[in-house]
């Protein structure tokens, strides 16, 4: 990740609190999978998991340290996909950190605290590589209008992934 993103990230999580930061870097993550190519089929801000991205279904989590935590509903998310048929996959930003999106195979992840480092064995190199090849396109793109007006930018985010856009 450049300095310059993580900086952009890092103020915007600070003017806007670590909750709200969270789901815009949630929906940013939707946009870089489909600049990449991915399609997302759905993403949810409140129930259920967090995105749907072909055979994925991702839980998305943003830190600012480590260990970070996977709670109930992230381990029950989880073990949902698994009886979907789905390929349950974590994708991890340490938001005090330029390694980027850390993105793992979740299967028999359960509730608990981790480290980035536990998981390299579980890691999705392809996937990761797309992610974070494209995320600091995303964010330049997006940030000014984040910046400018957070809500109707966020409506605005929505609106571009469903109709399989990923620039405004």
Not at 2 to 7: E, M, N, Q, R
Not at 23 to 45: C, D, I, M, N, W
Not at 69 to 93: F, H, N, R
Request: with cysteine; net charge negative; hydrophobic share 40%.
């Amino acid at each position: 990740m450049k300095p310059s993103v993580l900086d952009e990230i890092v103020r915007f999580r600070q003017t806007r609190g670590e909750g709200p930061a969270g789901k815009f870097l949630q929906r940013l993550l939707a946009l870089t999978l489909l600049k990449a190519g991915y399609p997302v089929a759905e993403e949810y801000t409140v129930e259920g998991p967090d995105l749907l991205v072909g055979q994925f279904q991702i839980e998305v989590k943003t830190t600012t340290e480590e260990p970070f935590t996977i709670q109930d509903k992230d381990a029950q998310d989880i073990q949902e996909a698994t009886k979907k048929g789905k390929i349950p996959v974590l994708a991890l930003l340490e938001c005090s950190s330029f390694r980027g999106w850390t993105v793992v195979h979740a299967q028999g992840l359960t509730r608990g605290e981790y480290r980035r480092g536990e998981l390299a064995l579980r890691r999705i190199p392809e996937l990761e590589k797309a992610v974070n090849e494209h995320f600091d396109v995303v964010v330049e793109t997006w940030m000014p209008l984040l910046n400018a007006n957070p809500n109707a930018a966020f409506d605005q985010m929505d609106q571009r992934r469903r109709m399989g856009q990923w620039a405004p």
